[in-house]
């Protein structure tokens, strides 16, 4: 038996952004602003008798506003993996992995029902050869957005991973956001991969956030797959920081 990940999510569970856990955002950044996104994660995912459990440790991603429409993104993700199989420990590994370099820029504005839309282009740059990705790898998509109201946002994304030649996949996600008021979010989430023949992982997440203020903001969410057996649970810090004043 063939122990794998769904590699739609495993190249993304470390690659998140403010007020979701998964789905990638439809705008940009602002120009000048660098902004910082510090994420612990615990997963587990079984399949018969094998296991693998995964800390990041934590990971960061950096989004850098290079212009009005233009943001430049680099995430570097250090884990702990431990492979067991039964309850037998049989490899237990701590390393940086599928460091993703890219972009993101905005296509137009929300007019109506016709949602907002970012394209995203990113690169994956394996630290070390693995079944999922021994080569550069590319992450390509479509990213939406309607505000649904003053206090309700509707976002979902469209995208190609790019792995080995055997192992490309599709994915969508689905996200649902709800103002509490200015300072606390929840959010609930679909996650999907596909291949050409079938969809072959759902998740559902649910979680939510609070502003400490206008720069710093606190998530934390869990998730659970839903035709396969997953589990995680995160927390993450997102900062952002106004280069231009201290900077230019």
Same mark, same amino acid.
Not at 9 to 14: A, E, G, K, T, V
């Given at each position: 038996?063939?122990?794998?990940?769904?590699?739609?999510?495993?190249?993304?569970?470390?690659?998140?952004?403010?007020?979701?856990?998964?789905?990638?955002?439809?705008?940009?950044? @602002?120009? !000048?602003?660098?902004?910082?996104?510090?994420?612990?994660?615990?997963?587990?995912?079984?399949?018969?008798?094998?296991?693998?459990?995964?800390?990041?440790?934590?990971?960061? *991603? $950096?989004?850098?506003?290079? $212009?009005?429409?233009?943001?430049?993104?680099?995430?570097?993700?250090?884990? /702990?993996?431990? =492979?067991?199989?039964?309850?037998? &420990?049989?490899?237990?590994?701590?390393?940086?992995?599928?460091?993703?370099?890219?972009?993101?820029?905005?296509?137009? /504005?929300?007019?109506?029902?016709?949602?907002?839309?970012? =394209?995203?282009?990113?690169?994956?740059?394996?630290?070390?050869?693995? /079944?999922?990705?021994?080569?550069?790898?590319?992450?390509?998509? $479509?990213? %939406?957005?309607?505000?649904?109201?003053?206090?309700? &946002? $509707?976002? !979902?994304?469209?995208? %190609?991973?790019?792995?080995?030649?055997? @192992?490309?996949?599709?994915?969508?996600?689905?996200?649902?956001?709800?103002?509490?008021?200015?300072?606390?979010?929840?959010?609930?989430?679909? !996650?999907? @991969? %596909?291949?050409?023949?079938?969809?072959?992982?759902?998740?559902?997440?649910?979680?939510?956030?609070?502003?400490?203020?206008?720069?710093?903001?606190?998530?934390?969410?869990?998730?659970?797959?839903?035709?396969?057996? *997953? %589990?995680?649970?995160?927390?993450?810090?997102?900062?952002?920081?106004?280069?231009?004043?201290? =900077? !230019?």
């Amino acid at each position: 038996m063939r122990f794998k990940w769904f590699l739609g999510l495993y190249c993304i569970l470390c690659y998140t952004i403010s007020y979701s856990q998964i789905a990638e955002p439809s705008s940009v950044v @602002d120009r !000048y602003i660098l902004q910082v996104e510090i994420e612990a994660q615990y997963a587990v995912q079984k399949d018969e008798t094998e296991k693998i459990v995964t800390w990041s440790m934590p990971s960061t *991603l $950096f989004r850098f506003g290079l $212009f009005k429409d233009v943001e430049l993104q680099l995430n570097i993700p250090l884990i /702990k993996e431990q =492979f067991y199989v039964g309850n037998n &420990l049989v490899r237990n590994t701590k390393r940086f992995t599928n460091i993703q370099m890219g972009t993101s820029v905005n296509l137009w /504005k929300q007019r109506n029902l016709i949602p907002e839309v970012a =394209f995203m282009a990113r690169i994956i740059i394996p630290v070390q050869k693995e /079944k999922e990705f021994n080569n550069v790898g590319a992450i390509i998509a $479509f990213n %939406f957005s309607n505000v649904i109201s003053k206090k309700l &946002l $509707f976002n !979902y994304n469209i995208g %190609f991973v790019k792995c080995n030649d055997n @192992d490309n996949l599709g994915y969508y996600d689905i996200n649902l956001m709800y103002d509490i008021n200015q300072k606390i979010h929840l959010f609930l989430e679909n !996650y999907s @991969d %596909f291949d050409v023949k079938s969809v072959i992982s759902h998740t559902i997440n649910v979680g939510g956030g609070y502003a400490i203020n206008k720069n710093l903001c606190f998530d934390m969410s869990i998730a659970n797959g839903l035709n396969h057996n *997953l %589990f995680y649970t995160n927390l993450r810090f997102t900062w952002a920081i106004n280069t231009k004043n201290n =900077f !230019y």
